[in-house]
C-alpha cells in the first residue's frame, strides 16, 4: 500500500471538496491560529520558503507577501482539489507555486530557509520518517514553524460536536491517539522527541489558546462542527439517517452559545513548535 494511502483518498474525496467549498469560512474559523503562526515563522524578505500541507493557499500567500519579490515559496499538498483552488487565489504570482506532493517521502531540494505550517504536519503514517524527510528539505540553519492541535479534549470545537454525537452513532472502535489526524501529535513529549529524532535542534513547544469562529447562526455553527475534527470522520462512515441526527443534534448545542463580533465561537488549543535544522 502507498504511504499515506488513507490521507491521499481522504483529501481527494468528499472532505477535500468540502474544504474547498468552505475555503473562506475555515480561512476566518483559523484566524487566531494564522496570526499566531506569522510572528514565530518572522519569514524574512528574500527568503525561500516550503508550506507543508499548504491546503487552499491562505498560508502560502501571506508567506509570498512577507518574502516578496525576492523570495520565492513552495506550497505543498497531497489534496488535487484544494491545489486547483491554491493556484486560482495566487492569480499568476511568479514568487509562488504549488506543487502536489506528499511531503512525508517527497525528494525536496535541500533549500529552504524556512518551513512552515497551519495544521498540515499532523496526517503522516510515520511522522518520525516523514520530518525526516522535511529536515533534509532546508538549508543548513533552515528553521520551522508550525502550529498543530493539542489534544481534542482542550479543544472545544472538536469535543462537544463528537460527544453530542457520540450516542447518536454506532459503536466505534477506540481510537489510536497517535493515528494520522488532526490530534496526532498532541502529546508534546512525543513531539518533541520525534522532532529531536529527525535531527531538528532548539525545539520550543508553546501553547496558543484562542477561538475558533463556527458561524453566524447556530445552523452554520452545525454544520462546521461536523465538517471537521473526529466528528466529520466518524460521519463520513455513516449512513445519511445518522448523519442527519448528529448535525441536527450539535445545531441545537449551538443554540446556547453566546456570540462574538456576531460569530459564534468555540475555544481552541494549540502548540506553536518552533525549531532548526
Not at 474544504?19 to 496570526?35: G, Y
Not at 506532493?101 to 505550517?117: G, K, R, V
Not at 490530534?183 to 529524532?197: E, K, M, N, T
Request: glycine share 10%; net charge neutral; aromatic share 6%.
Amino acid at each position: 500500500m502507498t504511504a499515506n494511502a488513507g490521507q491521499l483518498e481522504y483529501w481527494n474525496g468528499p472532505a477535500g471538496e468540502k474544504w474547498v467549498r468552505n475555503q473562506a469560512v475555515m480561512d476566518t474559523s483559523l484566524a487566531d491560529a494564522t496570526a499566531a503562526l506569522l510572528p514565530l515563522a518572522n519569514i524574512r524578505p528574500g527568503e525561500r520558503v516550503l508550506d507543508i500541507g499548504c491546503g487552499s493557499g491562505q498560508t502560502s500567500l501571506l508567506a509570498a507577501d512577507a518574502v516578496g519579490a525576492g523570495g520565492q515559496v513552495t506550497g505543498a499538498d497531497i489534496s488535487k482539489p484544494l491545489l486547483a483552488l491554491a493556484r486560482q487565489r495566487a492569480n499568476g504570482r511568479a514568487n509562488v507555486r504549488f506543487i502536489e506532493a506528499d511531503a512525508a517521502t517527497h525528494a525536496f531540494a535541500p533549500e529552504h530557509d524556512l518551513l512552515i505550517s497551519r495544521f498540515g504536519v499532523m496526517f503522516f503514517d510515520d511522522p518520525a520518517a516523514a520530518f525526516a524527510n522535511l529536515h533534509r528539505a532546508a538549508a543548513p540553519g533552515g528553521r520551522l514553524a508550525f502550529v498543530c492541535w493539542r489534544p481534542v479534549e482542550e479543544n472545544e470545537y472538536a469535543a462537544m460536536p463528537f460527544a453530542v454525537a457520540k450516542p447518536l452513532m454506532p459503536a466505534l472502535p477506540p481510537a489510536d491517539p497517535h493515528a494520522p489526524g488532526p490530534f496526532a501529535l498532541s502529546d508534546p513529549d512525543r513531539l518533541r522527541g520525534i522532532l529531536a529524532g529527525a535531527g531538528f535542534t532548539g525545539i520550543t513547544i508553546n501553547p496558543l489558546d484562542g477561538i475558533m469562529r463556527m458561524g453566524a447562526t447556530a445552523e452554520e455553527a452545525g454544520i462546521q462542527a461536523t465538517s471537521l475534527g473526529p466528528t466529520a470522520r466518524a460521519l463520513a462512515k455513516m449512513e445519511e439517517g445518522v448523519r442527519a441526527r448528529v448535525v441536527a443534534a450539535v445545531t441545537d448545542a449551538f443554540r446556547n452559545y453566546p456570540k462574538t463580533d456576531g460569530a459564534i465561537t468555540c475555544r481552541i488549543a494549540c502548540w506553536l513548535v518552533a525549531a532548526r535544522a
